[in-house]
């Protein structure tokens, strides 16, 4: 494509072109255009990124917390009007080298995006996705299979107890159960109260079960229309091309409509307001300190994005580094343990707003809390901001802006993010985008005095329409909720006819012949085992070695920016001192530094760094022989700050004190409170962790580093006081004098051409700068070879459980690695996707192999099961062995397996994983083997491998809460789990 085809004005499949710019920082072209006939509008980003996006979004805006918003999105993707399968989502991911694929709902829309490498995928993918937004079947049992539904506990019984279920009325169960969904989900109720967003898109489980399929229905027709449609491709495919699907296949069958989705203005409030709000824990759970209390002002609208970016540099200054002044305020005062959810600057909904407080909160302690925030604020605009501040926060703005991202999301979708908030509310997006014009228009404003301070005044300290929002723990919450959901249930039990009786029965049995009913897929657009492309490129290191230094460099399209990593071995640990690791990367990156305070070396990092991380690590010998363990520090920069990084770098190493008793305290204090967070945003990861931590020494120490004993240290270290603490930490804080010698150290750099130089160079003065050897040597270790099985649950507040079955299996060079990572995803799509998911209201079934490790895992994410999802994973072998499924399906699982090994990571990502492959042995060779035998694998090898591997011992951890666990407790009677408190 070029701007000689597609001038501004000139008209394509329906489409006119409204406008096109350049943005060279990211190397793209952008086109707009708007479709004549509907109304529709569209962004292409042309690039050469051979990973090309699809999304359409539509404004949603709900006006109640049924989640119809959320209930649609789900609904939507099974089936359509050209492909009338029971899910074609699902079943397109089995049948694509899709990069990525989701829907999401969020606040005020719902977007439906995909991306793959592939040109034949893509349009596959294209015609589905265009199929489930606008022509969706949305037939009755998918909205009560996705929404939820009335069944009888024992399906075919109308004498046992009713209950509900329903994918979405699961997945919200699990969500609304965690502090930070409550807070922030309460943030926006209290601030909004005339907009959708005083409501919860996603649904509260109380008024999902008042949803009507006729509402979803209307929603539908109200919403997903072209002319309150957003589509944005990216890539290096034609646009030419996507024109004229979108208008063959959707644009050509529509006429504009009138759409009434702009929001309004909230109206204003006149003066401050408060809110409180309560969520569950257990008493044992309680220590005193569980309250949370924020302060939220609304703030600009998200189209003036000038006022937006001084927001966001204004949010910056206060809270983007340990060194700024109302992160430092907050957290220095002990009157909480770490920020409050959703702390920070919002700039994705239709009004913007700024929250600031604290969590883990005494309840006397609350109105302290919001006094400091305010006299903070008042302090900083009497006492003016630093201009250094300012500096390290633009900086921070422009290393963001410049890096190419990858990991949980795929770039372009990054990018797309970055504007659709403006756009979708009627801004301009090339401003969220042209980072140089927007940085100069605001450092104009700079030069006014007093102008960020200003800011603090006039949208914080002056404005009226602010919220105090209170978070307080209730014990026996949870029961309560359950209870009363219970007494709901009796009661509709008693009061419904014969009639109703039947209808129950009836879509009970008629959602089960559904869910069981074998599919003729062939409808559904596939690609084959020939589309896999064969070349597969691999990154290659330019620097293999550095004066006879372990040091390794890559070259690559970095956009400026200069990545390293630092690893210094370790070895004759135990396990204690290897528990502290990760405590340790903490304190080492963020207290002072020779005569710098924590807050001045906040400061220099944030000014010329993106940061430094820093932690434990494993690397595991390919052929398993040996592991080796390091501490490793990483940072990047832009090229031209590369001498400051590596003079913090020296600094951080070298000149580590440790003496700030209540710095120390306080970073105890928010570790402690952000792990036991994560427990149930992540209880299925931890429950694989703890099943699969007997398997070997390094599942054993991994656990140790990111598992539940983990979170149990830290929150025995977070009741220590601060004094006592030091003392406790002082014998493994000496660990790190030791470490960081020149013979322990081994480098990963990553720079762009004509930059490898200068890094060579200051990679040398580093090894110069360090001490000679001294203490313990870094050997490797062999592995523990003798797997140790759990049965056990691990109890915490939670309305959900995360189970997982975990199976000590073959590794990456047997010849059977390849089909146990086929056999992963078969599992996963043709047996546990509709036995957990489908059937029992799950959010997720899932399997994973680890190939290096040889684990095969079986997974279910916020699961309303618990015995039955054990009983399912006893039933997979038997699944597997009847053998009631054909060389499409094992094509289809390869195909999963070719695209998650072919998934596009970042540069930074690319050259860190090929550091990693060659430093273990995994050369190019194995690679290619190993997606050799993957292409070969045949359903007689799957059934073969399962049967050895599947059958024997295995190890079980759930995490999940004592009343879960006690009703299950006749079904668990013959095996049961060992209880773990939390």
Not at 109 to 121: A, E, G, H, R
Not at 353 to 373: C, H, I, N, R, Y
Not at 964 to 973: H, P, R, T
Request: net charge negative.
């Amino acid at each position: 494509m070029n701007q000689k085809s597609f001038p501004v004005g000139s008209k394509h499949h329906g489409f006119v072109v409204t406008r096109i710019e350049e943005l060279p920082k990211l190397q793209n072209r952008l086109v707009q255009l708007t479709h004549e006939a509907t109304g529709a509008k569209m962004i292409h980003l042309e690039s050469a990124d051979p990973n090309n996006l699809f999304a359409v979004a539509f404004p949603t805006n709900p006006q109640d917390s049924t989640g119809v918003a959320h209930i649609l999105e789900h609904t939507a993707l099974c089936g359509g009007k050209s492909y009338p399968v029971r899910d074609p989502f699902f079943s397109m991911v089995k049948r694509s080298l899709k990069t990525f694929m989701n829907a999401f709902t969020a606040s005020d829309w719902t977007m439906y995006p995909f991306s793959t490498q592939n040109q034949k995928d893509f349009y596959n993918l294209l015609g589905v996705y265009l199929d489930a937004a606008f022509f969706p079947l949305l037939g009755e049992l998918n909205f009560l299979q996705e929404g939820h539904r009335l069944e009888f506990e024992e399906p075919q019984n109308p004498d046992s107890p009713l209950v509900y279920k329903g994918v979405v009325y699961n997945e919200m169960l699990g969500a609304m159960s965690q502090p930070s969904q409550i807070m922030h989900r309460n943030l926006t109720r209290a601030l909004f109260p005339t907009l959708t967003y005083h409501y919860n898109s996603g649904g509260d489980p109380d008024e999902i079960v008042k949803l009507s399929h006729q509402q979803l229905l209307d929603f539908h027709k109200q919403h997903y229309h072209p002319s309150n449609a957003y589509f944005f491709t990216y890539g290096n495919l034609p646009l030419e091309e996507h024109l004229a699907q979108i208008e063959a296949q959707v644009l050509a069958q529509f006429q504009k409509i009138e759409v009434h989705t702009r929001l309004p203005k909230e109206k204003r409030f006149s003066a401050p307001q408060s809110f409180e709000f309560t969520y569950p824990l257990e008493a044992g759970e309680d220590d005193g300190k569980k309250c949370q209390l924020a302060l939220c002002w609304l703030t600009a609208g998200v189209t003036d994005s000038d006022e937006v970016l001084a927001l966001n540099l204004m949010s910056r200054v206060l809270l983007g580094h340990s060194g700024a002044p109302l992160r430092k305020a907050l957290l220095e005062s002990k009157l909480g343990k770490a920020l409050s959810d959703g702390t920070g600057f919002e700039n994705e909904i239709s009004e913007t707003f700024f929250s600031a407080g604290l969590q883990g909160v005494g309840e006397t302690d609350l109105p302290q809390v919001e006094a400091l925030v305010r006299s903070t604020l008042n302090n900083i605009v009497l006492e003016g901001i630093k201009p250094l501040a300012i500096e390290s926060a633009l900086h921070q703005m422009e290393m963001e802006t410049r890096e190419i991202t990858g990991g949980h999301y795929p770039y372009p979708l990054n990018l797309l993010f970055r504007f659709f908030g403006a756009w979708v509310h009627g801004g301009d997006p090339v401003l969220a985008l042209d980072f140089d014009g927007a940085m100069e228009r605001l450092h104009q404003k700079l030069q006014q005095p007093g102008y960020l301070e200003s800011k603090i005044k006039t949208q914080l300290l002056d404005n009226p329409h602010q919220v105090r929002v209170t978070l307080k723990p209730e014990a026996g919450l949870e029961k309560e909720q359950q209870e009363k959901r219970q007494a709901t249930l009796a009661r509709i039990k008693a009061q419904l006819t014969q009639e109703e009786t039947a209808k129950i029965l009836e879509q009970t049995k008629a959602l089960s012949d559904l869910q069981e009913a074998k599919e003729d897929l062939s409808v559904l657009p596939t690609l084959g085992i020939s589309d896999i492309p064969l070349e597969v490129p691999f990154e290659v290191p330019v620097r293999l070695e550095l004066e006879g230094r372990d040091v390794m460099l890559f070259e690559g399209a970095t956009n400026g920016i200069t990545y390293l990593q630092c690893g210094f071995a370790l070895a004759g640990l135990s396990d204690l001192e290897r528990s502290y690791l990760p405590l340790l990367g903490t304190l080492l990156t963020q207290t002072g530094k020779g005569d710098l305070g924590y807050e001045e070396m906040a400061n220099r990092i944030s000014l010329s760094t993106g940061g430094f991380s820093a932690g434990p690590s494993l690397r595991l010998a390919l052929d398993q022989s040996r592991f080796e363990e390091f501490f490793t520090i990483g940072s990047k920069c832009l090229h031209k700050n590369l001498p400051r990084l590596f003079e913090l770098l020296k600094k951080i190493l070298l000149e580590s004190r440790f003496q700030e008793t209540e710095r120390i305290h306080t970073l105890v204090g928010q570790r402690a409170n952000s792990l036991s967070n994560s427990v149930i945003q992540a209880g299925h990861q931890y429950a694989s962790t703890q099943a699969s931590r007997g398997f070997s020494g390094t599942t054993r120490i991994e656990e140790l580093y990111d598992g539940l004993s983990q979170v149990l240290l830290m929150k025995e270290l977070a009741k220590a006081e601060p004094a006592p603490l030091l003392g406790r930490l002082t014998p493994f804080l000496a660990l790190l004098e030791k470490l960081f010698v020149s013979e322990r150290l081994s480098v990963f750099g990553l720079t762009e051409p004509g930059q490898r130089t200068a890094l060579e160079e200051q990679i040398l003065g580093f090894y110069g700068s360090l001490p000679a050897q001294k203490g313990r040597s870094g050997q490797p270790e062999p592995p523990a070879l003798t797997p140790q099985y759990v049965r056990e649950a691990w109890l915490t507040t939670t309305p959900v459980s995360y189970v997982a079955k975990a199976f000590k299996t073959p590794a990456y060079l047997s010849s059977e690695a390849p089909k146990l990572l086929v056999l992963s995803y078969l599992l996963k799509s043709e047996f546990l996707h509709a036995e957990i998911r489908e059937k029992g209201g799950a959010y997720g079934g899932m399997a994973g192999y680890n190939a290096h490790e040889g684990i095969l895992t079986l997974l279910s994410y916020r699961d309303p099961q618990l015995a039955r999802t054990l009983e399912v994973y006893e039933q997979a072998l038997g699944w597997l062995k009847k053998g009631d499924f054909g060389k499409p399906q094992v094509d289809e699982a390869i195909l999963q397996c070719i695209g998650s090994m072919d998934t596009p990571q970042s540069p930074f990502g690319k050259a860190l994983s090929e550091y990693g492959n060659l430093k273990k042995g995994k050369t190019v060779a194995h690679r290619l083997a190993f997606r050799k035998a993957v292409l070969e694998t045949t359903k007689a090898d799957l059934i073969e491998v399962g049967q050895r591997c599947l059958t024997g011992a295995a190890s079980v951890a759930v995490v999940s809460s004592g009343d879960l666990l006690d009703k299950d407790q006749k079904a668990l009677a013959g095996a049961p789990l060992e209880r773990r408190a939390l």
